[in-house]
């Protein structure tokens, strides 16, 4: 009798690691392959990607554009406050930001330039290897007609470049969704496994 009872025990200790592993993996499987898109879930998202970026970007006293535009969307942004402005983005200035990166009205390199030669940033007078041809070349960009011809003529002459990045860009993504996939299979054998172990437990029970 006792030997029973410590065989019913241990499956249903077993049970409950099992449904707090489904619970994690539930949650990161909705982190992947879903998004809000109300305010409040946004900006908590915006704070823990800043959580991850504090561990990932180098505060230095001079960089390559490259340092920055390695990051995409809301990191990029927070890279580029921390290391042009030497603080985290404000919400304000975060949302605005990732509303022109996302909506393609500004490229990173454009919003580099802006940030940089912004009144604050010249204050911190941050050294960028190169990003001064980018900021007369979005200033370049905004006269009217001129701007859409020098855009065209820039295009053309990086277009291997903008290849290369697109094909990047589809490659990650596929890696995500493929991981997304893989979540899901661990999920559903993790939810038989504790269909099985509920089914021992209702024998010894």
Same mark, same amino acid.
């Given at each position: 009798m006792s030997e029973l009872n410590g065989s019913a025990l241990s499956v249903k200790s077993i049970m409950e690691k099992i449904r707090k592993e489904v619970i994690v993996r539930r949650a990161e499987n909705a982190s992947i392959v879903t998004s809000s898109h109300n305010r409040?879930?946004?900006?908590?998202? #915006? &704070?823990?990607?800043? #959580? #991850?970026?504090e561990n990932q970007f180098a505060i230095k006293e001079q960089y390559d554009l490259a340092d920055f535009c390695q990051y995409n969307d809301v990191e990029f942004i927070d890279s580029v406050f921390k290391g042009l402005l030497k603080r985290a983005p404000d919400e304000c200035g975060m949302q605005s930001r990732l509303l022109q990166l996302r909506s393609g009205k500004l490229s990173k390199s454009e919003i580099l330039a802006m940030v940089?030669?912004? &009144?604050?940033?010249?204050?911190k007078s941050v050294k960028v290897a190169g990003i001064r041809f980018r900021y007369c070349q979005a200033i370049a960009y905004r006269v009217p007609v001129l701007g859409n011809v020098v855009k065209f003529m820039y295009v053309l002459l990086t277009l291997p470049k903008l290849l290369t990045r697109l094909n990047e860009s589809e490659n990650h993504f596929?890696? +995500? #969704? &493929?991981?997304?996939?893989?979540?899901?299979?661990?999920? +559903?054998?993790?939810i038989h496994q504790k269909a099985d172990l509920a089914a021992l437990d209702s024998k010894a029970d």
């Open positions: 409040e879930s946004e900006s908590t998202a #915006i &704070k823990s990607l800043h #959580i #991850i970026s940089r030669f912004s &009144k604050e940033g010249r204050r596929s890696a +995500q #969704i &493929k991981m997304g996939e893989n979540n899901d299979l661990l999920l +559903q054998g993790l």
